[in-house]
T-cell receptor, first 115, second 112 residues
Framework: EAAVTQSPRNKVTVTGGNVTLSCRQTNSHNYMYWYRQDTGHGLRLIHYSYGAGNLQIGDVPDGYKATRTTQEDFFLLLELASPSQTSLYFC??????????????FGEGSKLTVL | GEQVEQLPSSLIVQEGASVLINCSYTDSASVYFPWYKQEPGKRLQFIIDIRSNMERKQNQRLTLLFDKKTKHLSLHITATQPGDSAIYFCSAREGNTRKLIFGLGTTLQVQP
């Protein structure tokens, strides 16, 4: 099974703070994604990437930067955190089977609270 | 872009009952429709998918029905168990992209 690990699992910061969420996948998948999950909104795509150095804009990118440093590592950056960014963040990856199934492999989530 | 709606938002059933979760989408170009399950405090896990050239797909106690004409899907879970308690998400792959658009989820609670 695909292994996607996220850190930190829990983070509390203050408004205006700087936060980096990390994600690593060890299954040689080309694509990686950052989603946020909020009650009443489901999962919404923030950014995604198809390889090191690549970044694609998702559906809710405002206030977020992301960087894919290697095939394994994808980071989500909040440079001036706001309370509206309090959420549960999921990283995911996809490989060749996505073409036939749409299957994503998710991490365990990072809960971010912005006070 | 694609929009996915899911109903009901929550269900409470007794163990052994069957449940039906409905999902609709808007973009006729969408081809793949994976479903995910999220147990409390856990990551989302892929459980079943269907392609738009199919009408039905079954995986053990899960049956997925698809109606291309009405842009409607339904997930049928039979003989529910407490371990089925989770949030179930319908999703649609947007066109030929790598993006999945998710519904808001259906929270299922199976009482023993």
């Amino acid at each position: 099974e695909a292994a996607v690990t996220q850190s930190p699992r829990n983070k509390v910061t203050v408004t205006g703070g700087n936060v980096t969420l990390s994600c690593r996948q060890t299954n040689s998948h080309n694509y990686m994604y950052w989603y946020r999950q909020d009650t009443g909104h489901g999962l919404r795509l923030i950014h995604y990437s198809y390889g090191a150095g690549n970044l694609q804009i998702g559906d809710v990118p405002d206030g977020y930067k992301a960087t894919r440093t290697t095939q394994e590592d994808f980071f989500l950056l909040l440079e001036l955190a706001s309370p509206s960014q309090t959420s549960l963040y999921f990283c995911a990856s996809s490989g060749r089977d996505f073409a036939n199934t749409g299957q994503l492999y998710f991490g365990e989530g990072s809960k971010l609270t912005v006070l | 872009g694609e929009q996915v709606e899911q109903l009901p938002s929550s269900l409470i059933v007794q163990e052994g009952a069957s449940v039906l979760i409905n999902c609709s989408y808007t973009d006729s170009a969408s081809v793949y429709f994976p479903w995910y399950k999220q147990e409390p405090g856990k990551r989302l896990q892929f459980i079943i998918d269907i392609r738009s050239n199919m009408e039905r797909k079954q995986n053990q106690r899960l049956t997925l029905l698809f109606d291309k004409k009405t842009k409607h899907l339904s997930l049928h879970i039979t003989a529910t168990q407490p371990g089925d308690s989770a949030i179930y998400f319908c999703s649609a792959r947007e066109g030929n992209t790598r993006k999945l658009i998710f519904g808001l989820g259906t929270t299922l609670q199976v009482q023993p």
